[in-house]
């Protein structure tokens, strides 16, 4: 796959030592808010990891629906077909399986609808009925409506995808987007920073919560082995793909939904990360680093170097 370098001056920060880490995982959300799937390799666009949160439900009023909610969200399997089609093949616990042809081009059965994801309205394609009966079943009670939508094709004329907004210590990246994720392309997570907020969480008697709790995309291991090493990355190189890390993520509720049952914990780990990863305040508790792709194209997999060629200034 050819590679297009994005037209930018390199961040400047502190020189790395390149310490080399390891892909542990990868995982896309083929529906935002449903359950992860394992892959081996990913391709990276423009919108981040290709087929990750690309097709989402919203209720009646367009708005997005998901696990803080509706927590049996976390139940719902979504897998692309193996053939290479554009067919979605739909699984949840006691529900009869689905195949959906997704269409990303609308047409008279497929309505685009003007869709919205917190602040941010983008259109979307409608995927018909037979989609919408089948989320219908799982809500049941819970919810009066609920349709499944896909982002256009990127080389659509309806796509509209919105433009990540860099925070002013950084350059922006022309023509970096996010589509229906909550605020970034790529999120990252280290399995150093996991043991430590466990070992925090075990001290007050809670279990130990797996990463998935977190949805990352890149789970890294080994390298520096340091806690939350990913919140002083500025550029790492991930395989042969480099990438600028620009914000740490804020966490919410959802981590409390146990992402193999959909059930939701009395507590869970966002309590613990107010006592000491949020700095910000309370509604600011941080856990994990998002990463734009400083290069269209080329592909992630499981077992690449991650090398961090440089930290962010220190401060002074």
């Not at 394609?125 to 089948?134: C, M, R």
């Not at 993520?249 to 981590?255: G, H, I, L, V």
């Amino acid at each position: 796959m050819s590679a297009a370098t994005a037209t930018m001056t390199t961040p400047s920060g502190d020189s790395g030592d390149q310490c080399v880490a390891t892909v542990a995982e990868l995982n896309l959300y083929p529906i935002k808010s449903c359950r992860a799937v394992s892959v081996q390799s990913a391709d990276v666009d423009k919108l981040g990891l290709a087929g990750d949160r690309r097709l989402m439900l919203v209720d009646s009023d367009d708005r997005f629906l998901h696990q803080r909610k509706f927590p049996r969200l976390a139940t719902v399997t979504a897998l692309m077909a193996a053939d290479g089609s554009d067919t979605l093949q739909l699984s949840a616990p006691g529900k009869q399986p689905l195949s959906v042809a997704i269409c990303r081009e609308p047409r008279d059965d497929r309505p685009v609808r003007t869709v919205t994801v917190w602040q941010s309205t983008l259109p979307a394609v409608d995927q018909g009925d037979e989609a919408a009966a089948w989320f219908q079943s799982i809500f049941e009670a819970s919810a009066s409506f609920a349709r499944l939508v896909a982002l256009p094709s990127l080389d659509s004329p309806v796509c509209a995808p919105r433009p990540i907004k860099f925070p002013a210590s950084l350059p922006s990246i022309p023509d970096r987007l996010v589509g229906f994720s909550d605020k970034g392309s790529i999120l990252a997570i280290s399995e150093a920073s996991l043991a430590d907020l466990n070992a925090r969480f075990q001290a007050g008697w809670q279990q130990a919560v797996p990463m998935n709790r977190f949805r990352p995309n890149v789970v890294v291991t080994g390298g520096a082995g340091v806690a939350f090493d990913e919140d002083r990355w500025l550029v790492v190189q991930i395989g042969s793909v480099p990438f600028m890390a620009y914000e740490k993520a804020t966490r919410c509720k959802m981590t409390a939904v146990d992402q193999e049952t959909g059930e939701t914990d009395k507590i869970g780990p966002l309590e613990v990360l107010r006592t000491y990863r949020a700095a910000r305040g309370p509604a600011y508790a941080e856990f994990g680093q998002f990463l734009v792709p400083l290069q269209v194209g080329g592909t992630i997999n499981v077992g690449d170097e991650v090398k961090v060629l440089e930290y962010q200034r220190s401060a002074s």
